[in-house]
């Protein structure tokens, strides 16, 4: 650790130390980059809602992920919502289990998402040290979202028609999975993976906003999130990473969500309008939608995306200056998009080949404070 960063971090401290935190300082602190003391900074300042939020969060893992599921058949508990006039079949728009078959079709693409995060990393496959006690208490077997997905995908069957027209219909003995049974290590009952803790994240934000639910990509802006809080130094920020992580997730997204809903694409708030404005220095074609909207969040490793999203959080004019540092990544490989054909500059695009974040956000700097 170099003495000016070590610098940097008794001086963030200080400003947390403070009984009354100086956001504009402790912003510059940020923009410097703080290895994800940014994001941290960012929790800061949802500080006065964290205690009351964390109770909150619990109620909605009990209203929206226990009861749906209720208690299995075996523990003599029956399902309250299973009634003469509200079955499975049910066909009323006004139907819970109407209902519970349209979110599945939500949580089978969140599944899918987020078991696949940055899979060169383990972190996400691994078990989490603070599960949910609310749904994996042993007094309990509720239906946990790996369960409920299990669930939902159909079983293979072999039909076979005799001649004299009687059908008959057989079990192969296997499920159809979503995954082959060797992509991903089961964890022993009682553990929950850090995707599964997304997962349930992702679902409960989708509930409770309808008009977005959930969209493909908000899964790689939840990711740096939650792995920054789940591996914070201190345990008891740790424990309470999940909860902390969904109303900085929500808080995010009340900034950026924008982006995802394609009614607004085409107006001043809508993702059209942000890369017209980087066309405004150069020609996105297939790559700048991606930059934007995933905050730059595939385009780099995990730490140095963290190190981006400390500007980026910490900046006077918040995600406006992402426009910035996207052009100020097209000026530094000037060069090469000028000496390459389509196919070759695509291709560099997409696989973005500086990694110096500090060289991106300083050129983005001289960028900004030139206009």
């Not at 650790?1 to 130390?17: G, P, W």
């Not at 300082?25 to 923009?31: K, P, V």
């Not at 496959?125 to 949910?132: E, I, L």
């Not at 995010?252 to 890369?275: A, H, P, T, V, Y």
Request: aromatic content about 12%; glycine content about 4%; proline content about 5%.
């Amino acid at each position: 650790m170099s003495s000016s960063y070590r610098s940097r971090i008794q001086e963030f401290t200080a400003a947390l130390d403070e009984q009354t935190v100086d956001l504009k300082a402790l912003r510059e602190l940020c923009f410097s980059g703080m290895k994800g003391k940014g994001l941290c900074g960012y929790r800061v300042r949802e500080a006065f809602a964290l205690c009351a939020g964390r109770d909150l969060y619990a109620q909605f893992v009990r209203e929206l992920i226990i009861q749906p599921g209720i208690a299995k058949a075996s523990l003599g508990v029956s399902r309250e919502d299973v009634t003469l006039e509200d079955h499975p079949l049910n066909p009323s728009p006004d139907s819970r289990w109407n209902t519970y078959f349209k979110d599945n079709e939500v949580l089978l693409q969140i599944d899918k998402d987020v078991r696949r995060l940055y899979p060169d990393m383990a972190f996400f496959q691994r078990a989490t040290d603070f599960p949910s006690q609310l749904i994996l208490d042993p007094q309990n077997v509720y239906e946990t979202l790996r369960r409920r997905v299990e669930q939902t995908t159909l079983k293979a069957q072999t039909v076979h028609r005799n001649r004299s027209g009687v059908t008959n219909v057989s079990s192969p003995g296997r499920s159809l999975t979503l995954y082959p049974s060797s992509e991903y290590a089961v964890l022993p009952n009682g553990c929950e993976a850090h995707w599964e803790v997304l997962e349930r994240i992702l679902f409960i934000y989708a509930k409770l906003n309808p008009g977005i639910a959930y969209v493909q990509g908000m899964n790689e802006i939840l990711a740096p999130i939650y792995y920054t809080f789940a591996t914070d130094p201190q345990e008891e920020w740790r424990e309470h990473a999940e909860a902390d992580t969904f109303f900085c997730f929500t808080s995010l997204m009340s900034e950026n969500r924008d982006n995802f809903i394609k009614s607004l694409d085409d107006s001043q708030c809508g993702i059209s309008f942000k890369m017209e404005r980087v066309e405004q220095c150069i020609r996105p074609q297939y790559f700048s939608f991606r930059w934007l909207t995933l905050l730059l969040s595939q385009e780099f490793l995990l730490p140095e995306v963290i190190r981006i999203w400390d500007s980026l959080f910490s900046h006077r004019e918040r995600f406006d200056f992402l426009i910035p540092v996207c052009c100020a990544m097209l000026i530094l490989i000037r060069d090469q998009l000028l000496a390459g054909d389509f196919t070759s500059n695509m291709r560099l695009l997409q696989d973005y080949p500086i990694s110096e974040v500090h060289t991106i956000l300083s050129r983005a700097k001289e960028l900004q404070d030139d206009s």
